[in-house]
């Protein structure tokens, strides 16, 4: 996906099975309107909470089996009932949304995978019913991959949540480490800045590494696609590692240039899942 909380999902790729890709765009879609509604533009905050219990009444109208009344929300009640998708994961992306709007700290990490709960893993949630392959092992692993995805994001992107007022560390692993709001306002890098984003990238690796067998487990395309993801997923926490931890100077990011390591390494993923180091 393009930005903000969905950079490190694909969206479409040439990966995803023909069939799948119109029903996967109007999800993105949804996903994507909700999201900008809590982001994007110059409105209130009681604006962007009102329009988004807008969206609520949108999946409201589907449930209770009436037309919605707009062509977003028709294509999606048509994709839901296709597919026979369940409305709480659409439900969780908006309360996720709406904390957007009035929430800027975590204080622990326990309140921060909270909201990856319902920010990220309802992605995962709706990609495996999609495919039929929603069973409980399978949504477990899925969570775990999205929610390190969406804290990879977090961890990529502290110098443009800053500029939202927003700070995704937790506050508590911040006042272990030494480091303060002012330090991160004024993008200050010393020992204390890198020692809590080591422990915050070896957080997510070992969340990510947790589900990565998911992709193993998934036949197909779907299969290769997650693999690529859980590569993509590793290779931007090695480039924050890369640039000693300084994700202000310059954003860690996928080039063009690593997608044939990406390849060469969602190759070899079983054998260095098997070797407990996949790289």
């Known amino acids: 996906m393009a930005v903000d909380h969905y950079e490190n999902?694909?969206?479409?790729?040439?990966?995803l099975p023909?069939?799948?890709?119109?029903?996967?765009e109007i999800?993105?879609?949804f996903a994507r309107s909700a999201d900008d509604l809590a982001d994007e533009g110059d409105a209130s905050d009681d604006q962007r909470l009102a329009a988004l219990n807008a969206y609520e009444d949108g999946?409201?109208?589907?449930?209770?089996?009436?037309?919605?009344?707009?062509?977003?929300?028709?294509?999606?009640?048509?994709?839901?009932?296709?597919?026979?998708?369940?409305?709480?994961?659409?439900?969780?992306l908006l309360s996720a949304f709406k904390q957007d709007v009035v929430t800027t700290r975590y204080v622990v990490f326990s309140a921060l995978l909270d909201y990856c709960r319902r920010s990220a893993n309802p992605v995962g949630t709706l990609m495996l019913h999609l495919y039929g392959a929603a069973n409980e092992k399978n949504l477990r692993d899925s969570d775990n991959i999205c929610s390190a995805?969406?804290?990879?994001?977090?961890?990529?992107?502290?110098?443009?949540?800053?500029?939202?007022?927003?700070?995704?560390?937790?506050?508590?692993?911040?006042?272990?480490?030494?480091?303060?709001?002012?330090?991160i306002t004024g993008q200050k890098i010393d020992d204390a800045w890198r020692k809590l984003m080591q422990f915050e990238v070896a957080r997510a690796r070992n969340?990510?590494?947790?589900?990565?067998?998911?992709?193993?487990?998934?036949?197909?395309?779907?299969?290769?696609?997650?693999?690529?993801?859980?590569?993509?997923?590793?290779?931007?926490?090695e480039c924050i590692e890369a640039v000693d931890y300084d994700v202000f100077q310059r954003r860690p990011k996928l080039a063009?240039?690593?997608?044939?390591?990406?390849?060469?390494?969602?190759?070899?993923?079983?054998?260095?899942?098997?070797s407990n180091s996949v790289k």
């Not at 990565?212 to 993801?229: M, N, T």
């Open 18 to 24: 023909a069939r799948l890709r119109p029903a996967v």
């Open 149 to 183: 995805l969406q804290l990879i994001n977090f961890w990529q992107d502290v110098a443009v949540d800053i500029q939202k007022a927003r700070i995704y560390l937790p506050l508590v692993d911040m006042q272990q480490f030494a480091v303060s709001e002012d330090q």
């Open 59 to 92: 999946l409201d109208q589907i449930e209770a089996g009436s037309t919605p009344s707009t062509a977003l929300f028709r294509d999606l009640a048509k994709v839901i009932a296709d597919y026979q998708l369940p409305l709480q994961p659409f439900r969780d």
């Open 9 to 15: 999902f694909p969206v479409a790729s040439i990966l």
């Open 207 to 237: 969340m990510l590494l947790f589900g990565a067998p998911l992709a193993l487990r998934l036949p197909g395309r779907i299969g290769w696609e997650l693999r690529l993801v859980v590569q993509g997923g590793l290779r931007i926490l």
């Open 27 to 29: 999800i993105y879609a």
């Open 256 to 274: 063009k240039s690593d997608w044939l390591l990406l390849v060469w390494r969602a190759l070899r993923m079983k054998a260095n899942l098997a």
